[in-house]
């Protein structure tokens, strides 16, 4: 995992649920690729908190790119949310200006169909709860082959972050996650295998700090946030999740991955949300083995570190 590969900068559309690490993965795709919209769903915190988050952060980065807003709730399950984490309108106690934009529609689930059919080279990074991309399924059925990729930051192999087996998006909407993994396939999953490597503290948030720029104190206040709550869990830095996704993407050279069966349990009194990777040897696969999906397990840590701080600062 060489840091001096080349980057492509990939079409993004970026779902998300800003969220502290949402709102630093917008400026990262924003920086790295191009971002050709945002939408937003249903989970850190509401919806109306969501949009409202991925509006106000496209508006302090001057970034001209569309947001749609999407799901209000999951499929079926009760509707949760990540306040303990994020703060109670998501974004922490960072100091926000007049939100002076609107959405662009309504309907998210209708601009991912119809972005990924007239756009291309397209890459679909999801970064909440799989509602909105469950419904495009259900909606269009072949959007899967109208895309260059789909990444979510979500799941883990090994261990959850809301219960001892869930990660959080899974958990948050473990039936549109079913969907997703079953229908989608191959996908890249991005989970807390990884994120837990990608750890941002003091010294990246006073790097953002000093670079001076609306996008870059923004960011830092966020940052800060999260690292104080995360010290209070027992944590000695925070995990940036979903920008690492995007790096992910945008220097997919950094990660290391291979490709495993995932199922998305939705029964089981102990394990539900959890996302079932199948570690086995190839040979142990047959035709009842869930779709094969792309886990990325490890990074160069300190390099997509480094690119998250310099797509703050410079975006």
Not at 58 to 76: C, E, S, T, Y
Not at 135 to 144: S, V
Not at 290 to 303: F, G, I, L, N
Request: net charge negative.
């Amino acid at each position: 995992m060489t840091a001096d590969a080349t980057a492509s900068r990939p079409r993004i559309v970026l779902d998300c649920d800003p969220g502290l690490d949402d709102a630093i993965a917008i400026l990262t795709a924003a920086h790295f690729g191009e971002l050709v919209g945002i939408t937003s769903v249903n989970g850190n915190v509401g919806i109306e908190h969501t949009t409202h988050n991925a509006l106000v952060t496209a508006q302090i980065a001057g970034l001209d790119v569309p947001v749609h807003r999407g799901a209000a709730r999951p499929l079926i399950a009760p509707t949760m949310d990540a306040a303990r984490i994020h703060g109670a309108t998501g974004l922490g106690d960072v100091a926000l200006p007049e939100l002076r934009r609107s959405v662009a529609s309504e309907d998210a689930v209708a601009f991912l169909c119809d972005t990924a059919r007239s756009v291309d080279d397209l890459h679909l990074v999801a970064v909440g709860p799989l509602t909105n991309v469950a419904l495009a399924l259900r909606h269009d059925p072949d959007l899967p082959r109208h895309l260059a990729g789909l990444t979510i930051m979500g799941g883990g192999a090994h261990a959850g972050n809301v219960t001892p087996v869930a990660e959080f998006n899974v958990w948050a909407d473990p039936e549109a996650a079913a969907i997703v993994f079953s229908e989608a396939a191959p996908l890249t999953m991005v989970g807390l295998d990884v994120t837990h490597k990608v750890l941002l503290g003091g010294d990246e948030a006073a790097r953002m700090r000093a670079a001076g720029t609306p996008a870059a104190v923004f960011a830092a206040g966020l940052l800060e946030f999260a690292y104080a709550r995360c010290r209070e869990f027992g944590l000695e830095a925070a995990p940036v999740h979903d920008a690492t996704a995007i790096i992910a993407v945008t220097h997919p050279h950094l990660f290391r991955r291979s490709r495993h069966p995932v199922a998305v349990e939705l029964h089981g009194e102990h394990t539900r949300g959890m996302t079932v990777t199948d570690v086995r040897p190839p040979a142990a696969f047959d035709d009842s083995s869930p779709p094969a999906h792309d886990v990325v397990w490890d990074a160069d840590a300190a390099t997509v570190i480094d690119l998250i701080v310099e797509a703050v600062v410079n975006c």
